[in-house]
């Protein structure tokens, strides 16, 4: 069974940038694409972006939402078994706390998928000056 563990969030002021990661053990990430959720505080958690298979295709731009596209990047590196999310050009609204998800039978981005049992712990974005 994965385990996913989130990391690399914290506090950047405006136009600034950061990464996450989202580590799997127990299981390789190899063969599953990779949700990228966010919820801000009383909003309904969103999905943003997807960090594709290595053969799955990237599905640019649909799999990334409208309020992230061109700013934000999903990738992985299937050597360390590891998903991630670059953030570029943050914005006070991409405060949030951000969630990576997966699944067995998720292994494309282009899926409409809503069963992801493996989900990180959240990591803390937080935007301001």
């Known amino acids: 069974q994965v385990q996913l563990a989130e990391s690399g969030g914290g506090l950047v002021q405006p136009g600034g940038s950061l990464r996450l990661s989202c580590e799997a053990s127990?299981?390789?990430?190899?063969?599953?694409?990779v949700r990228w959720f966010r919820q801000a505080p009383g909003k309904e958690r969103e999905a943003i972006a997807c960090?594709?298979?290595?053969?799955?295709?990237?599905?640019?731009?649909?799999s990334y939402s409208a309020a992230v596209l061109g700013r934000f990047t999903a990738s992985r590196d299937n050597s360390k078994n590891t998903a991630y999310l670059q953030m570029r050009s943050l914005k006070p609204e991409d405060t949030a706390v951000y969630y990576c998800?997966?699944?067995?039978?998720?292994?494309?981005?282009?899926?409409?998928?809503?069963?992801?049992?493996?989900w990180g712990q959240g990591t803390q974005v937080t935007v301001s000056s």
């Open positions: 998800a997966t699944d067995p039978g998720f292994y494309r981005c282009d899926q409409v998928y809503t069963d992801y049992r493996h």
């Open positions: 127990g299981s390789t990430l190899d063969y599953v694409a």
């Open positions: 960090s594709p298979t290595t053969t799955g295709g990237t599905h640019y731009p649909e």
